[in-house]
Each structure stands twice: as C-alpha cells, then as structure tokens.
C-alpha cells in the first residue's frame, strides 16, 4: 500500500546513517531493535514513503543483512541500502542517504531509536510549514540500561523539508562520529524555523560506545 512507482517522488524518504549497529554486541540491542519501530510507525502514519540507508559497517558480523529487506517487503515499504565509499562520519552517512532519497520531506533518524508513529505524524506537519522538526527523545543511560532515563540533548533525529534542507548548511563532515547535528539545527534555529517539541516513547537506546 506504502510502495511508490519509481518515477513518483514520495511524501516521506527515511535518511538512516548506519556502522556496526544491526546485531547485538555487550548487550547492545542495535539497529535490529529500532528498524522494526521505523517501519511499523511508517505504517501507522500511511503516508507514501521509502527508507534508504547509507551503509558504512567495517565488522562483517554487525553490518546490514537481507533481513531489512525482508521486512520492508512484509511492511509494504521501500528500502534500499546505498554503500558510499570513504571514511565513514555520521554527517557524512546523513548527507549521502539524502542525496539518494526521492521524498518531498526527509527523516534523518538516528538507528539507535525506538521511534514512535508522532514521530513522523509531528515532522510531516512541520515539514510542510517551512520549518525543521528536533524531536525531544529520553536517553537510556549511558552506563547501564537499567538506570533511569534523562532528557536527549541532540538533534541528530530530524524532519525537514527537501528544499529546506538544500538551503541550508546540511551536516558537517569530519573525523567524528557526532557533532554534526548542533551545526545543522543552528541554521533553522536562526532563522527561526525550528520547533522542538516531547515526542513521549522516543527513545534512545543504549549501546556500546563501539
């Protein structure tokens, strides 16, 4: 119901920078864990969509496997896995995603979410204003799962305009696996174009730092 035809642009592309998350290492749940709430809020939304994912894995036993395809196909929802060539940087995996994404509005969403349908019901209403969407998210504690959760301070997670998003800034790129997302909300919150907002049950897991 979801799919589009390839010669039509559709409402919402799903820009997912992905290293080393699909699979669990020292308890980290992973990509395996949050690709699933991707697609079923996608579905609950019912917008016309497609997820592409840029892949940068360098250990064989936690990159992307056939198993993101099997369950878009079961969800109705498109997905490819782009392989960019380079050094990997988190901006970097952003902006490649985008450059081959199709939709009118892009969700940069980091894959170490559990993401909730508001998520992008919230996004795709901002989007259309002309503004950028920073979901407010609560952290799983950084040393252990089991403690309580504290308030998210990123804004790694977004929803934007393709226009927009070409006018501004976009990611930086450089030898850092995060920091790009400060530099990107600066140009909306200038301008005034930012909302963020609690988005309640968007999560950050927690994971290993590798």
Known sequence: MLAVPQNLAPELSVCIGHRNRAFRKNGE????????????????????????????SDDVSRCIGVWVYDLARSA????????????????????????????????????????VPEVFRRGLEVARQGRGFFPGYMFEH????????????????????????????????????AGEDAWFAR???????AVREDVPGFLHIWHDPT
């Open 29 to 56: 749940p992973g990509f395996r864990r949050c690709y699933p709430t991707i697609l079923d809020s996608l579905k609950a939304v019912g917008v016309t969509c497609e997820i592409v994912i840029a892949e940068w």
């Open 76 to 115: 109705g929802i498109d997905v490819r896995v782009i392989y960019p060539s380079g050094e990997w940087t988190m901006g970097g995996a952003k902006k490649r995603a985008a450059a081959a994404a199709r939709g009118k509005v892009l969700a940069f969403i980091d894959a170490d979410m559990i993401v």
């Open 142 to 177: 950084r040393y252990h799962p089991e403690l309580p959760l504290v308030e998210g301070k990123g804004f790694g997670n977004a929803i934007v305009g393709r226009r927009e998003f070409e006018l501004c800034y976009g990611f930086l790129e450089g030898p850092y696996a």
């Open 187 to 193: 140009w909306w919150h200038e301008r005034g174009l």
